[in-house]
């Protein structure tokens, strides 16, 4: 084998390689430049997925005319001295590779004017200028990218058809859009015009232009400042969700990232409100002191570290928890005197006049059975039971009612367990537990690792309404337990919270864990025969939860089949 040093121009294309992977990667290189070059408006468009043609047009600053034989050299930036000024970098590229890849691997033209200055064209051959022109234009630059991958096939081949790219383009752009509503974006691809945003600094406006106005009323705010870093945004409220992650957008001083612990902050604090495998939707940008951020850790710049990692997920973990919480509370308070809310009262206790036929109220439907993946709302308050008429008990499981839409069937179990977990979660505030003292004592044995802990495991019991303490070298001695909890289960649950609890290290992990299973171990069972007062109660109980449609473990605890899927069902309405 010979050892050769490669010619500047192919060294040049395989560096290429690692920042424009593909037409999506040219558009974030050159979007960047324009948002860094402080563009208030930028134009993209595309024709045959990029392949053809990328011209991104922003009215920033410009480049001057010195900079042109400059700006596609390797490592020529403007963002940066040396390697200092990386620690506090507020622009979004420092690493001055963008222009000399992309001019590599394609045929690029700058259009550029800076304010009181003539307008200059300038034309290269790879990252070499080979043509200048004076040339009248508005202030701002016109980056133009033909035959993009034209001297690199192997390239090519690696890319999908021009639909698919040009997806991918437009999947970008809504990130810019949701990441930057100060700043005025439209896309064309193949002309049509794919994107448009007002750039008015509204992020309700610039989440409007990626979803419809209709998504908006079904979003809230979010908003915290607090060491280490601040954040705003906008996330969904239960249960409006997704299949995957793609409709959470996270942005680190707007700049959009993939940070894998701040998902799963935000996908934690949603915890049991939404069924496992949903996501929720959420654009959240989160602002720290850019001396507590390094940027320089990915090739494509969309990943960053933070000094503080852990203060900053548990920051997002906590306000995303808060914004959900209040979100809940406002929602409550706003409820409209219905016929349910009266009946249901615990004061009134006439609970049976809304089950035997309670009149409608706008507003109050239930939606556990809306196809989650949909965005569009349907009319339906979220995360109410709408009043029900007890009709009975089916397959010693199911409690069938009548709604205001049609047929509504209640899983007895899940409903209950909704309701026990939202009663151990109201004691965590009010500090009041309720517990039934056992008359003969239970000893539980513990396992090795376990007995190793048994004062702390008495400890978190404890925190449920458990009175129990370490009993010898291997079991804990259970006086009493919460009385949510059935007497003759007592053992068994813990049995299972021991198993559960196991791998779990964070307090706060272990402790909503011991709610749940607490929740799910002590809820009236599925084959359990229920008496007309029984179910009664259990509807009733299940409409003061704050989430009525899903149970701990995110399933949910109603169907509805509406009239609409009866008649048509019956043949009573034609088209399906
Ligand atoms: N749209 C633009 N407006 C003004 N200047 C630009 C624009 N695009 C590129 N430049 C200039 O070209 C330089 C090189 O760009 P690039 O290769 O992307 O490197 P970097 O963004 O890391 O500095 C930038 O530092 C900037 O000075
Ligand atoms: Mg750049």
């Not at 896309?187 to 989440?207: F, K, N, P, Q, W």
């Not at 106005?213 to 908003?223: D, F, G, H, K, S």
């Not at 960053?304 to 914004?323: K, N, P, T």
């Amino acid at each position: 084998m010979t050892i050769m040093v490669l010619e500047a121009g192919t060294a040049a294309k395989l560096a290429a390689g690692e920042v424009v992977e593909r037409p999506a990667s040219v558009v974030r290189e050159l979007v960047d430049n324009a948002l860094d070059a402080g563009a208030r408006s930028v134009t993209v468009l595309i024709t045959s997925g990029g392949l053809d043609l990328i011209r991104v047009v922003d009215d920033g600053t410009g480049l001057a005319r010195d900079d042109l034989p400059l700006c596609t050299a390797r490592h020529a930036t403007s963002k940066l001295r040396g390697i200092e000024d990386l620690a506090a970098i507020r622009s979004l590229g420092f690493r001055g590779e963008a222009l000399h890849a992309i001019s590599s691997v394609s045929r690029l033209r700058i259009r550029t004017c800076r304010a009181g200055e003539p307008g200059i064209e300038a034309q290269y051959d790879g990252p070499t200028l080979t043509r200048e022109t004076a040339l009248g234009c508005p202030e701002g630059t016109q980056m133009e990218v033909r035959d993009l991958f034209y001297n690199t096939p192997a390239r090519l081949r690696f890319l999908k058809g021009p639909s698919a790219e040009g997806s991918r383009v437009e999947q970008v752009m809504r990130r810019y859009v949701l990441g930057h509503p100060g700043v005025a974006f439209k896309v064309l691809i193949d002309g049509r015009e794919a994107l448009h945003s007002s750039g008015s600094g509204d992020l309700r406006e610039a989440v409007s232009s990626v979803y419809g106005w209709r998504l908006i009323e079904r979003l809230v705010p979010i908003e915290a400042s607090e060491a280490p870093g601040s954040l705003t945004g906008l996330l969904s409220t239960p249960p409006l969700s997704r299949a995957n992650r793609s409709d959470i957008h996270v942005f680190v001083n707007h700049r959009w990232v993939q940070s894998r612990s701040l998902l799963f902050a935000i996908q934690d604090a949603y915890n049991s409100l939404l069924m496992i495998g949903r996501f929720p939707v959420a654009v959240l940008d989160v602002q720290v002191p850019p001396d507590r951020l390094d940027v320089n850790v990915h090739p494509a710049k969309s990943e960053v570290r933070f000094a503080d990692e852990r203060g900053v997920s548990s920051l997002v973990g906590r306000s995303v928890r808060a914004a959900l919480r209040g979100a809940a509370e406002d929602e409550r308070s706003e409820k409209p005197i219905s016929v349910a809310q009266f009946a249901f009262s615990p004061v009134s206790g006439t609970a049976e006049q809304v089950l035997q036929g309670g009149t409608w109220v706008p507003g109050e439907l239930p939606s556990a059975f809306e196809a989650p993946e949909q965005l569009e709302p349907t009319g339906h308050a979220e995360g109410r039971l709408p009043p029900l008429r007890l009709l009975g008990q089916l397959a010693s499981t199911y409690i069938i009612a009548e709604g205001p839409q049609g047929m509504c069937l209640v899983d007895q179990h899940a409903a209950h367990e909704r309701v026990l977990l939202e009663r151990l979660q109201a004691a965590d505030t009010t500090g009041v537990r309720e517990s039934q003292v056992l008359l003969e004592p239970l000893v539980v044995p513990l396992s090795g690792a376990q007995a190793e802990h048994a004062a702390r495991w008495a400890a978190e019991i404890t925190t449920v309404g458990f009175v129990a303490e370490p009993f010898g070298a291997a079991a804990l001695l259970i006086r009493a337990v919460p009385a949510e909890v059935p007497a003759d289960r007592a053992a068994s649950l813990l049995a299972e919270l021991q198993e559960g609890l196991e791998g779990l290290d964070s307090a706060e992990q272990r402790h909503r864990a011991i709610l749940a299973t607490t929740a799910c171990h002590s809820a009236i069972r599925a084959g359990q025969v229920l008496d007309q007062l029984e179910m009664r109660r259990l509807i009733r109980d299940l409409e003061q939860t704050r989430v009525p449609t899903a149970c701990a473990h995110g399933r949910p605890t109603l169907l509805e089949i509406s009239r609409l899927d009866l008649e048509r069902e019956f043949g009573r309405r034609g088209s399906r």
